[in-house]
């Protein structure tokens, strides 16, 4: 195992790979921008190296000064985490060509995954179903047309240069086609500089169904069972759960074969992530694959007991995998809600601010990854994701229960959450059946939404609540266990706190 780790990542993601580390007996250092200086990455590590300005551009994303840090420090081994530098093939090299050992898949698999296109070809030669369409370009709208003709409507126009949904247009009919056409390369000419465009089926209602694998060195490539993400909004995942309710033991395996098959078709090592769209009718698609550690990847720990970043930590060292597919299967039942500093009943616009109150839940089957601490500072230089609240049930309902106790007990004070938001879900009965596809909460927002206590009663509920704390507090104090007279003290954070807490009960957040 290396003796030390640099971490190329902050938030939530810094501190798991640090708390993996400190596990295995293994040494961290933490990168740092100005504005993480106080972060609790930075603390928690056993070194830090401030590697620039607060914008990512000028910090997380500077290989250069990254791979500084590393030799600085002497690291064995960089853990990008997700997200900044994670996928970056270029970065994957710099590392190796630096002789530091890259916590993640190699160059070579990266780029073979990075072109849509390119991949849709390699898993597809490698017996990988692949939604019916074509793999090149399209030449014109007499070709579209063809070829359109050819799947049946609705059809999706997609981006070659593909990701993120940008540079997508369902087609129902040919007297669209043209239009849809015309728009897609402006928008793809827009995002990647690249205006080709091909054509899918549209896959209509699926879930998103995504396989976590994990390889070694020597040859083992494991299936470690789904996630179902499909609680989604503008391709942003909200909450994950595993397993999936739409997969049974037979279709676990197969989609796990299958994604097997993708990664050694890559020649995938480390952990990674096949992503598919499940139909109603239980046919599976192959997206895209993910080469990182993923946001969600705690679902699969909690109900497989593999800790994943340990294990990468472990291959990338050379380890081999002791676990045989068989022996691997999901117990009970696994769900994440993605706490983000955004007001949804605000069109989940970000909000910033100064953490002032932080209560954590706890308890049975609860687990919080997060990034932040009282007093931390929120800005807009970062993700809004501010942590990741997971709960495992013997089942799914159990799961839901558990969950929705532990985001009550949650309090965030000083930046506007995603907490209530969760817990309205929690209650909606359609999520409740696990009735969900990919466009679900856009169907089901506004009625989610509405079911929210009025802000204006919580308020004033909190601030009674608050000034009855108060006073308690001072009828307390003054009265003194001596019997002398004492200064009364303010209420403290946590009566307010609880005040808010009160509140929140009195204005049916608790069932
Ligand atoms: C699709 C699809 C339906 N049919 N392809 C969205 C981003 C990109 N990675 C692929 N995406 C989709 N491709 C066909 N042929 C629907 C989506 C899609 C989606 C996929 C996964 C998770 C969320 C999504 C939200 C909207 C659309």
């Keep these: 195992m290396f003796r030390k780790v640099l971490i190329a990542n902050r938030g939530e993601i810094a501190l798991r790979v640090v708390r993996a580390c400190q596990e295995l007996g293994v040494k961290t250092v933490a990168v740092y921008s100005e504005a993480d200086a106080r972060a609790p990455h930075v603390r928690e590590a056993d070194e830090a190296v401030s590697i620039g300005p607060p914008p990512s551009s000028e910090s997380y994303l500077r290989g ?33 060509d630096a002789g530091i ?15 849509k296109t390119a991949a849709r070809t390699l898993v597809a030669a490698n017996g990988v179903p692949v939604v019916p369409g074509t793999t090149e370009a399209l030449a014109n709208a007499k070709d579209a047309e063809k070829f359109a003709k050819k799947f049946g409507y609705p059809i999706l126009l997609k981006a070659v240069a593909g990701g993120g949904g940008k540079g997508m247009r369902v087609v129902s009919s040919s007297k669209e086609l ?28 699926p879930r998103h169904v995504e396989i976590q694998v994990l390889a070694d060195t020597h040859g083992t490539v494991l299936s470690l069972g789904e996630r179902e993400c499909s609680v989604q909004r ?34 995938y090592v480390n952990a990674g992530t096949c992503e598919f769209l499940l139909d109603q009718s239980g046919e599976f698609y192959f997206l ?16 497989t007991g593999i800790d994943l970043v340990q294990w990468q930590l472990r291959i990338a060292a ?8 068989e022996e691997i299967s999901p117990r009970g039942w696994a769900m994440e809600c993605r706490i983000t500093s955004e007001d949804a009943s605000n069109n989940f616009l970000p909000s910033t601010g100064r953490i002032e109150h932080l ?23 970062y993700d809004p994701m501010l942590a990741k609240l997971i709960v495992w049930g013997v089942d799914r309902a159990q799961a839901v229960t558990r969950m929705r106790r532990a985001l009550v007990d949650l309090i965030i ?16 009965d359609e999520f409740r059946r696990g009735e969900i596809d990919i466009q679900w909460l856009e169907r089901r927002l506004a009625s989610i939404l509405a079911r929210r206590p009025a802000t204006e009663s919580v308020r004033i509920a909190a601030i009674a609540a608050a000034l009855l704390a108060e006073r308690d507090h001072a009828a307390r104090s003054v009265t003194g266990v001596s019997g002398d007279s004492v200064a009364a003290t303010p209420a403290t954070s946590s009566d307010v706190a609880n005040s808010w807490k009160h509140a929140a009960r009195v204005e049916g957040l608790r069932s």
């Design 234 to 267: 503008r391709h942003q995942k909200m909450i994950e759960e595993a397993p999936s309710v739409a997969v049974t033991p037979e279709l676990r395996n197969k989609m796990g074969e299958t994604a097997a098959r993708a990664a050694r078709a890559a020649g």
């Design 359 to 381: 209560h954590l839940p706890s308890g049975p089957g609860v687990r919080w990854d997060a990034g932040i601490e009282s007093g931390s500072e929120v800005g807009l230089y």
């Design 413 to 428: 004070q000083g930046v506007e959450t995603s907490r209530d938001f969760h817990v309205r879900v929690m209650d909606d």
């Design 178 to 205: 043209a239009g849809a056409l015309e728009s897609a390369r402006r928008e793809a000419k827009n995002a990647f500089g690249d205006d080709a465009v091909y054509l899918e089926k549209f896959v209509e209602r």
């Design 318 to 325: 050379g380890e081999k995998l002791p676990f045989r597919q």
């Design 288 to 303: 895209e694959m993910n080469t990182r550690l993923q946001v969600e990847h705690p679902v699969t720990e909690l109900v």
């Design 64 to 96: 250069d000064r990254i791979i500084e840090a590393a030799k600085l420090t002497e690291a064995e081994a960089i853990h990008p985490g997700y997200g900044f530098l994670s996928e970056r093939e270029w970065f994957a090299r710099a590392v190796r």
């Design 101 to 115: 050992v890259w916590v993640g898949p190699p160059a070579e698999a990266i780029a073979a995954m990075g072109s």
